[in-house]
C-alpha cells in the first residue's frame, strides 16, 4: 500500500515488523489515529477477527494445477463463509478470476457487492487512454506485439486464466453472440432448414443439444441451446424429438443432428430402431476430434456463424484449453464445445460454409430422396 509514501497522512509514529513473508505495519496520525495493516494468507489468517477494512488481493493466483479445481473452489468456500463476514466497514476484492464459476463471478450478481470488471478495451475503444491509448494497446497485440496472446487477455482483458488458454479465442466469440436470438420451435420460413449437435451426458456431466438453421441469404444461426442435468438418455431423446417435430410442423425440414458416439450410449435405442433418421454418431476420438475442434474454431473466427447469448454456453466451449482438455465444474466439463462442434462438422458436410453466390442461396442446395428412409436429406 505503500504507506509510507503517503505524506498526506501525517504520521508522527510508524513501526514495521516483518514476520514471515508478511510485514506488519502500525502507524499513529497527527490527529491520534491508530492505523493497523496487518497481512496474512488466505488460509492462515487469524479467525475470529474482525478488522475494520479486509482487502483480499489475488487470492487466486496460479493454483499449480490447471485442471484441479479444488484449492479455487476451497478458497471461494473460505471466502464466503469466513472472510466476507469478517469486516465492521467494508470489504475490497481485486484479482484476476480463474474460471467463470470461481468467487470474483459468483459475487457478480450479490446486491451487497458493488461488483466492476475493467478490461483495457471496451467495445473496441480504451476505458484509460490517458494511460493506455489505442496505438499503445496495439502494440502490445498481434504476432509482434509485446504481449504474448495469453497474458494479453488475462492481463489486459481480464479474461479467466483458463479462457486465456481456451483453444477457441474469446474475443471472436464474442464477436459471434446476437443478444437477439432466442430458443424457437417454429421454422422461421417454408422449408428452412435444421442442422444440430448433441453432446451427450447424464451423471457426472450434463448433456448440451445446439440447434442451427440457415436465412435465405445464407446466414447460419442458432435457434436453440438446451442444457440436460442429470436427465437420461431417453427423456433427452424424447424432448429433442418434440422439438424437431415441432420443426417440421411448421413447415421446416430437418438436416441431420450429430452425436456423441464414444460411449455407444445410444447404440441400443439405434438397434431397437428408436433411433429417428436424421441422427448421426460420431466418436470424438484422435484425428477426428482434433478437425472437429480446428473447424469449430475456424467458423467461429470467421464469424460464419452467430450464437444466442447463453452464459453457460459460452463458458463451456471457452473453458476448452488449447490441448482439448477441460475442467470439471458445476456448470459441466467443456459439453457444449463438442455438442457445436459437432453441428458445425454437420454443416461442413452439407456445404453449408461454401459461398452464397457459389450455392445459389437456399434455393440452390439440391434435394435427394433416399429410398430406405423415404426422406429429404439436405446437401
Known sequence: MYIDTMQELGYIKFKRKKKGTFTKVNLITKLKKQFIVNPAGVFSFKRGSHPFVVVADDILKDPSNTLDLTQINKITKLFLEE??????????????????????????NDPDWDWEFYPILKNGRPIWPERYSMKVIESMMGEEGTMKRESFLKER????????DSFINPMFFENCIDPELKNIRKAPYQGAPLIGGWDLGKDRDPAHISLFT???????????????DR??????????????????????????????A???????????GDLPYYFRGIKLVGHDRQQIAEQLAEVIENGYISFMEDNRQKNQILTVSKDLQAPRTEEGHGDSFWSNGLAVQMMSEWGWFIEPEQKGGIDGHIWEEKESKKQKVWY
Open 83 to 108: 472472510i466476507d463476514p469478517m469486516p465492521m466497514e467494508a470489504i475490497h476484492l481485486i484479482g484476476t478470476s480463474q474460471t467463470r464459476s470461481d468467487i470474483f463471478w459468483k459475487l457478480q
Open 157 to 164: 482483458m481480464c479474461i479467466p486464466v483458463r479462457e486465456a
Open 214 to 228: 440457415m436465412d435465405r441469404k445464407g446466414q447460419i444461426y442458432q435457434v436453440y441451446s438446451q442444457w440436460f
Open 231 to 260: 436427465t437420461n438418455y431417453w427423456l433427452q431423446l424424447k424432448w429433442l424429438g418434440q422439438v424437431v417435430r415441432q420443426w417440421i410442423e411448421s413447415g421446416g425440414e430437418v438436416v441431420v443432428i450429430g452425436y456423441d
Open 262 to 272: 464414444t460411449n455407444g450410449v445410444l447404440s441400443l435405442y439405434e438397434d431397437k
